[in-house]
């Protein structure tokens, strides 16, 4: 499932450039995650990488995408080809 950031963003930034497929903007009040990009880092990282850097833990798997690891991979592949 990709991740989304909850409204404890502090707006820091660190997240965004942790992010190896570029999922993550900054938004009107916080920042974004694209779930069309996020893979949850599989392919790249053994953890997600917004959720390792994120100082308040904003970061969080997000129940409205729920996607399965071979999912997962293969966006990854398809964003990496």
Known sequence: MAYKIGEDCTCCGACESECPNEAISEGVDTYVIDPDKCTECVGQFDESQCAEICPVEACKPDPDHKETRAQ???????LHP
């Open 72 to 78: 997962l991979e293969a966006k990854y592949k398809k």
